[in-house]
């Protein structure tokens, strides 16, 4: 099955500074790789994701790359702001890329945004 | 639209007691799935639905839980018997094809 491994497990950085996590796995049928953010207290929510046919994805502040190659995709937060402080997990989707398979999840990166 | 509700927000029980948590999907979306949360393992997938028919149970990891899909608007996630090993936070999330999940608030376990 697909491995997921992210790191790092914890980024501190200061207010307005860039903030970059990253990610491998396994399986190199995986297709589809979404980005969650979790706040205290709530249910991860899908922030941003990206499939295998396009290697950079952005919105606004967020953007995502992907190297199929070396089955790496990363998360890029710039202008880092208090309220992006949360867990950040990235996960990967194996098979044809729809909503019928389960994703396989990172362990989570504990993101500070020090004022 | 609401989003993916869950029901209970939060449970206490005594090991050996039933639990029964519920899950109402986004309307329209065909998957469902079951997660559950620790601190040690992670997000871990338990089971997955797909038109409401069971596709991939492997994460349940015992006989003692077992979920239902009886019609595309409700699922539920039972333990029986509870164990304290089973504390944590549970979530349901709904997908529509070709997209990521989006997940309820999660009902968080306690079994004491």
């Known amino acids: 099955g697909e491995n997921v491994e992210q790191h790092p497990s914890t980024l501190s950085v200061q207010e307005g500074d860039s903030a970059v996590i990253k990610c491998t796995y396994s399986d190199s049928a995986s297709n589809y790789f979404p980005w969650y953010k979790q706040e205290l207290g709530k249910g991860p929510q899908l922030i941003i994701d990206?499939?295998?046919?396009?290697g950079e994805k952005k919105d606004q502040r967020i953007a995502v790359t992907l190297n199929k190659t070396a089955k790496h995709f990363s998360l890029h937060i710039t202008e880092t702001q208090p309220e992006d402080s949360a867990v950040y997990f990235c996960?990967?989707?194996?098979?044809?890329?729809?909503?019928?398979?389960?994703?396989?999840f990172g362990k989570g990166t504990h993101l500070i945004i020090q004022p | 639209d609401a989003g993916v509700i869950q029901s209970p927000r939060h449970e206490v029980t005594e090991m050996g007691q039933e639990v029964t948590l519920r899950c109402k999907p986004i309307s329209g979306h065909n998957s469902l799935f079951w997660y559950r949360q620790t601190m040690m393992r992670g997000l871990e997938l338990l089971i997955y639905f797909n038109n409401n028919v069971p596709i991939d149970d492997s994460g349940m990891p015992e006989d003692r839980f077992s979920a239902k899909m009886p019609n595309a608007s409700f699922s539920t996630l039972k333990i029986q018997p509870s164990e304290p090993r089973d504390s944590a936070v549970y979530f349901c999330?709904?997908?529509?094809?070709?997209?990521?999940?989006?997940f309820g608030q999660g009902t968080r376990l306690t079994v004491v």
């Open positions: 996960a990967a989707l194996s098979g044809g890329g729809g909503g019928a398979d389960g994703l396989t």
């Open positions: 999330a709904s997908s529509p094809a070709a997209r990521g999940a989006f």
């Open positions: 990206i499939r295998s046919n396009v």
